[in-house]
């Protein structure tokens, strides 16, 4: 593997290290649209099937809705996420909790309305979040950051889970 950091040398004979950019590559970004595109869409299905197949069957209202019920299962679980999905030390996984939060509670506003929720809950995010996975998977960002991406795809994994099972099941 190529070192990073090469030393140059300064006008007072001290040696500073310069950062190289290194190329991604295709496995870096593979394994990053794994972990940050297709298992927060993925989990967001899950879930979102289990709620429109076990709750919302006894449910009078329809609120909360499947994607309401996986916001709240992954808000749970979501430090545990957090080490999985990031990898990052556990003492910023508030960081992470916090971006998905906000995320969650933007988009469940969004989805009390009945007429324009999938609009602004469903159609929108999805598109917003097929840009941001293009656009983010080469760069590294901050744990809020990571939140706000998965809870988006968490929404979009979740209305689509819970539509599917409608139907299918």
Same mark, same amino acid.
């Given at each position: 593997m190529a070192e990073d950091h090469e030393p140059s040398p300064t006008a007072g004979g001290a040696e500073t290290e310069?950062?190289?950019?290194h190329e991604v590559t295709q496995g870096e970004i593979f394994r990053d649209m794994l972990r940050h595109m297709m298992a927060p869409f993925l989990i967001g299905m899950i879930f979102g099937s289990i709620w429109q197949l076990n !709750?919302?069957?006894?449910?009078?209202?329809? !609120?909360?809705?499947? !994607?309401?019920? #996986?916001?709240?299962?992954?808000?749970?679980? #979501?430090?545990?996420?957090?080490?999985l999905l990031v990898g990052n030390e556990m003492s910023r996984a508030s960081e992470y909790t916090m971006g998905f939060a906000v995320t969650a509670c933007v988009l469940s506003m969004a989805w009390m309305f009945q007429g324009a929720s999938v609009y602004c809950g469903a159609y929108i995010p999805a598109i917003a979040w097929l840009w941001i996975s293009s656009y983010w998977l080469q760069f590294d960002f901050p744990p809020f950051r990571y939140g706000l991406w998965h809870g988006i795809g968490v929404n979009v994994g979740a209305f689509g889970g819970s539509v599917l099972s409608f139907i299918y099941i």
């Amino acid at each position: 593997m190529a070192e990073d950091h090469e030393p140059s040398p300064t006008a007072g004979g001290a040696e500073t290290e310069i950062a190289l950019d290194h190329e991604v590559t295709q496995g870096e970004i593979f394994r990053d649209m794994l972990r940050h595109m297709m298992a927060p869409f993925l989990i967001g299905m899950i879930f979102g099937s289990i709620w429109q197949l076990n !709750v919302m069957p006894r449910m009078e209202w329809l !609120v909360p809705n499947p !994607v309401h019920g #996986s916001f709240a299962i992954y808000l749970l679980i #979501s430090p545990l996420m957090y080490k999985l999905l990031v990898g990052n030390e556990m003492s910023r996984a508030s960081e992470y909790t916090m971006g998905f939060a906000v995320t969650a509670c933007v988009l469940s506003m969004a989805w009390m309305f009945q007429g324009a929720s999938v609009y602004c809950g469903a159609y929108i995010p999805a598109i917003a979040w097929l840009w941001i996975s293009s656009y983010w998977l080469q760069f590294d960002f901050p744990p809020f950051r990571y939140g706000l991406w998965h809870g988006i795809g968490v929404n979009v994994g979740a209305f689509g889970g819970s539509v599917l099972s409608f139907i299918y099941i």
